[in-house]
Structures are given as structure tokens and as C-alpha cells.
């Protein structure tokens, strides 16, 4: 399973063509793609401050998810000023998702799919399996 925070900043005035952007993602993501247990963006407290909590099944279905044409489709360069990702674990009994996990890059998946892995590596931190 992989989960991740993304911390995302956008461009001043930006603010409605984004949340556009930002529907029509989650309606296509949901309703188009497999593995996805949670897509969910929401708005932070510092102005052009927002939030994804985004969870796939695996990493795999996370890659699928972001080089899927929906997503490759926005002009996203002309809304964000930047955007973090933050894979996240959940606390053991106080959270209802799987562990986020580095499964290895085998024969079964394609070119796109060691790209992705390239792009966005999975980062599990250490301290993490002493908390399970």
C-alpha cells in the first residue's frame, strides 16, 4: 500500500482555475482508476495552501494513477508554485489503511512504470518498523 501527504502551493489568483482542476482530477481518478482507497484534497490555512491525502492499494497503482492520462492532461505548471510529497505510515490500531510499502521493481512492470519509480521514489523511513 502506499499513502502520501502532498503539500501543495499554488500560484497567487490561482485559486479557482486549480480547485477546477483539481475536481474534474478526482472525479476521472475515482470513477477511471483501480487501487484507489483515498483522493481527497482539501485547503490549509495559509493562503494558496492545499493539501492531497491520496492512498493506493500499492505503489504501482499510485504510478498508474499519476501517469494516467487525466492526470498528464492538466497544465498544472500554470496553477502550482510547488508541491511535496510526504509517503506516510499509519499508527498501528489508530488508523484504518495498510503500511506504505516499497515493493520492488520486477519483469511484470513496464518502462512507465520504472520511470514513475524514478520520479517518485517511495522513502520508508527506518524508524517507522519500530513503531509496528
Known sequence: MTTLLAHITIKSGQENKFEAIMKDM???????????????????????HYYCLLAFKDKWAFYRHQNSDHHEGHDFGAVLESIRLEYLGPVQDANSLPPTVDLPLTDAQDESMARAEKSYPIAVPDWWAERA
Do not use: P
Request: glycine share 8%; hydrophobic share 30%.
Open 26 to 48: 478526482v472525479a476521472q481518478t475515482l470513477s477511471q482508476e483501480e487501487g484507489v482507497l483515498r483522493y481527497e484534497y482539501y485547503k490549509g490555512q495559509a493562503a494558496n
